[in-house]
């Protein structure tokens, strides 16, 4: 008989899926079209889906899933840049949103900015011109290989986010010192980019400028945990679940919605304390290393974090295996009793997340306007404005 040297848990099991996919990645680089891509790119369900039926780690197969379309982005990259000359300028592609925390699901749409340097000759306005066709291209080619134009508008291709770095430094300053209601939705989108192709210092100098306007910002850490606490768990005062009453997803949870409450609570509290992971459960962990988190906190956050992103992904596996359109809506009904025990438990330690920004970032914030009194509102213009965190003396 043969000697046991070794005993392989469900973790090493896992490995042996993902290993064969390096296969793809070879496959990936080589390939010479966006049609070719996007016969690629329909293989990743089918990759994922025995992982996710044995109970792999929601995050880990969230992070395959950007992986393979992070790979597709740079060959299609690779692929226009052959046929498009550009002038001895660095740039940085980056993706944002859920494509920067590498949290892509099975219907993540396109979601990427354009970081141009300055030429000595060139006018930034003739480079943007050059990039901003270079960009068009790029997301052309992204939707035709199977990730969809964004329907925000938050690409390349648009002139607003295709841009030279000191622009971007403005942008970034202009979010954090003036807290109105379309800046905290841009800094919700923007403050998760990750370089996907090009020039790794453009990106370094813009990250950390960007930190170095954080510090001291009293009062946009207020505003972003004020926006964060608007995002309500679906669960009533009675402990049942809150679904969608009118419409095509009436009876349904957007599964997207309780998700964007945990990657908010954990980005809020790494930008207060300079962490510049950008995945939820990098920056979880990364939270209690430093003991931000307790180890409770950090343990359920990332439990919510990963059953819901697991739910999210069966959903629309299953979707896909039935050739329907990928969704967020997860129908309740369908669901038994003891099914919805679990989800009922998480929405339900979810309003734990309000008390803690509320506790850490909104009491005690007192600004004082001496134009108008106690002054609360992010689009305040005295001049004289005294507020906490927003001081006209206030080095911007």
Request: proline residues 3%; aromatic residues 10%.
């Given at each position: 008989?043969?000697?046991?040297?070794?005993v392989?848990?469900?973790?090493?099991?896992?490995?042996v899926?993902?290993?064969?996919?390096?296969?793809?990645?070879v496959?990936?680089?080589?390939?010479?079209?966006?049609?070719?891509?996007?016969?690629?790119?329909?293989?990743?369900?089918?990759?994922?889906?025995?992982?996710?039926?044995?109970?792999g780690?929601?995050?880990?197969i969230?992070?395959i899933?950007?992986?393979?379309?992070?790979?597709?982005t740079?060959r299609?990259?690779?692929?226009v840049?052959?046929?498009?000359?550009?002038?001895e300028v660095?740039?940085?592609?980056v993706?944002?949103g859920?494509a920067g925390?590498?949290?892509?699901?099975?219907?993540?749409?396109?979601d990427n900015?354009?970081?141009?340097?300055?030429?000595?000759?060139i006018?930034?306005?003739?480079?943007?011109?050059?990039f901003?066709?270079l960009g068009?291209?790029?997301?052309?080619d992204l939707?035709?290989?199977g990730?969809?134009?964004?329907?925000?508008?938050y690409?390349d291709?648009?002139p607003?986010w295709?841009?030279p770095l000191?622009?971007?430094?403005?942008?970034?300053?202009?979010?954090?010192?003036n807290?109105?209601?379309?800046?905290?939705?841009?800094?919700t989108?923007?403050?998760?980019?990750r370089i996907?192709?090009?020039d790794?210092h453009l990106?370094?100098?813009?990250?950390?400028?960007i930190?170095e306007?954080l510090k001291g910002?009293?009062?946009?850490?207020?505003?972003?945990a004020?926006?964060?606490?608007?995002?309500k768990?679906?669960?009533?005062?009675?402990g049942?679940?809150?679904?969608?009453?009118?419409?095509?997803?009436?009876?349904?949870?957007?599964i997207k919605?309780p998700?964007?409450?945990v990657?908010m609570?954990?980005?809020?509290f790494?930008?207060h304390?300079?962490?510049?992971v950008?995945?939820?459960?990098?920056?979880?962990n990364?939270?209690?290393?430093?003991?931000?988190?307790?180890?409770?906190?950090?343990?359920?956050?990332?439990f919510?974090f990963?059953?819901l992103?697991?739910?999210?992904?069966?959903?629309?596996l299953?979707?896909?295996?039935?050739?329907?359109?990928?969704?967020?809506?997860?129908?309740?009904?369908?669901?038994?009793?003891m099914?919805l025990?679990?989800p009922?438990?998480?929405?339900?330690?979810?309003?734990?997340?309000?008390?803690?920004?509320?506790?850490t970032?909104?009491s005690?914030?007192?600004?004082?306007?001496q134009s108008?009194?106690?002054?609360?509102?992010?689009?305040?213009r005295?001049?004289?404005?005294?507020?906490?965190?927003?001081?006209?003396?206030?080095?911007q």
């Amino acid at each position: 008989m043969g000697k046991i040297v070794g005993v392989l848990g469900k973790n090493n099991l896992f490995g042996v899926y993902v290993n064969p996919s390096e296969g793809l990645e070879v496959v990936i680089d080589n390939c010479r079209s966006a049609k070719e891509l996007g016969i690629l790119r329909k293989k990743i369900p089918g990759l994922i889906g025995p992982i996710l039926h044995d109970g792999g780690n929601a995050t880990t197969i969230s992070n395959i899933i950007s992986g393979y379309s992070h790979r597709i982005t740079r060959r299609i990259i690779e692929l226009v840049l052959k046929e498009n000359e550009l002038p001895e300028v660095p740039f940085a592609f980056v993706s944002i949103g859920s494509a920067g925390r590498e949290e892509l699901a099975l219907n993540s749409d396109q979601d990427n900015a354009i970081i141009f340097g300055e030429h000595p000759i060139i006018s930034n306005e003739e480079l943007q011109q050059r990039f901003l066709g270079l960009g068009e291209k790029i997301c052309a080619d992204l939707d035709e290989s199977g990730l969809p134009l964004c329907n925000g508008g938050y690409m390349d291709s648009n002139p607003k986010w295709c841009q030279p770095l000191s622009v971007w430094k403005a942008y970034f300053v202009d979010w954090i010192v003036n807290a109105e209601p379309e800046n905290i939705l841009n800094i919700t989108v923007f403050f998760d980019l990750r370089i996907i192709y090009g020039d790794q210092h453009l990106f370094d100098e813009l990250e950390e400028s960007i930190f170095e306007a954080l510090k001291g910002r009293t009062a946009f850490f207020y505003f972003l945990a004020q926006t964060a606490n608007s995002f309500k768990p679906s669960i009533n005062v009675f402990g049942n679940l809150i679904t969608e009453r009118m419409g095509k997803h009436s009876e349904t949870i957007d599964i997207k919605n309780p998700l964007a409450s945990v990657n908010m609570f954990a980005g809020i509290f790494a930008l207060h304390n300079d962490i510049r992971v950008k995945g939820t459960i990098e920056r979880v962990n990364a939270l209690r290393a430093i003991e931000v988190f307790s180890q409770v906190t950090a343990d359920e956050v990332a439990f919510h974090f990963n059953f819901l992103m697991q739910q999210r992904l069966m959903h629309q596996l299953s979707q896909v295996n039935n050739k329907k359109s990928v969704n967020n809506h997860i129908i309740i009904k369908k669901l038994t009793e003891m099914e919805l025990m679990i989800p009922k438990k998480v929405f339900s330690q979810m309003n734990g997340y309000h008390d803690s920004l509320s506790a850490t970032f909104m009491s005690g914030f007192k600004g004082f306007c001496q134009s108008s009194g106690f002054c609360f509102v992010a689009t305040c213009r005295h001049a004289k404005c005294e507020r906490l965190g927003f001081l006209s003396s206030e080095k911007q």
